[in-house]
């Protein structure tokens, strides 16, 4: 397993943007696929971004595709998310997650690494 922190949360107003970041530790982490999900309090995670290990194939949750793009930079094992056109509707707590398994980063699985996550807060 990797270990994850994510940054970059905090209050914005709507139609503002955001960027959150994921450092990793571990040198297999380069060859992860990895992802960010999102949690409202009493709520399932929702599967919100998905990126290969070489960054050539993204994957988004229909609410966030259009506004949000997940990249990688492996040389500093970091994955980000830059959050446009911000709404209410997207705040929560933002998790990143990775494993060797792009399928399971998808179905939001449990057993994949997860960070601690990062509180975003969208004000109309």
């Known amino acids: 397993q990797v270990q994850l922190v994510e940054s970059g949360g905090g209050l914005v107003q709507a139609a503002g943007s955001l960027r959150l970041s994921c450092a990793a530790s571990?040198?297999?982490?380069?060859?992860?696929?990895a992802g960010w999900f999102r949690q409202v309090a009493g709520q399932e995670r929702e599967f919100v971004a998905a990126?290969?290990?070489?960054?050539?194939?993204?994957k988004y949750g229909g609410s966030v595709k259009g506004r949000f793009t997940i990249s990688r930079d492996n040389a500093k094992n970091t994955v980000y998310l830059q959050m446009n056109s911000l709404k209410p509707g997207d705040t929560a707590v933002y998790y990143c997650?990775?494993?060797?398994?792009?399928?399971?980063?998808?179905?939001?699985?449990?057993?994949?690494?997860w960070g601690q996550g990062t509180q975003v807060t969208v004000s109309s």
């Open positions: 990126i290969d290990w070489s960054g050539g194939r993204q």
């Open positions: 997650a990775a494993d060797e398994d792009y399928f399971k980063i998808v179905t939001v699985n449990t057993e994949v690494s």
């Open positions: 571990g040198r297999t982490f380069s060859s992860y696929p």
